[in-house]
């Protein structure tokens, strides 16, 4: 492995264990205790993890990612084993950002509005929505992670 190709890896994997690491933290962790307590905390709780921290590293992984392991496909040259784990990495992501940006964000936007003070009924819903996509989410996240590894592991 040449060493261009060596810090694309490193690039790679470290990004994608940031975002692997926190979309699992967020649904074993976060949800978990958010479901249990009062819908006006459960709100404000959720507004503040999406006011833009996570966003800092979150979006430059995503970004950075995927676009490693392309330009490690491009400078290799070849179609081998660990070329096809990288491209179920790539896919995996890009299903990833569809899932963001097409479901969980529009959910969140709609988080957003909401009154920590005043809750409506429709909040367990939305939020029951938002949960299922995160799940997805999570699930794709952990398939980009794994698929990377296996690449790293077989080359």
Known sequence: MTFALAVLRFINLMSAALIAGGQVLVLMVVLPVMRRWPPSMAVQTHQMMLFGTPDKYIVPSAIVCPLSAVLMLILRHKADLSSLFDA????????LTVASVGFAEPLSRRVLELSGDSVPATYDHIQQRWDNVHAMRT??????????????IIK
């Open 88 to 95: 179920i990495g790539v896919v995996a992501a890009a299903g």
């Open 139 to 152: 699930g794709l996240a952990l398939l980009m992670m794994a698929a990377f590894i296996v690449a790293t």
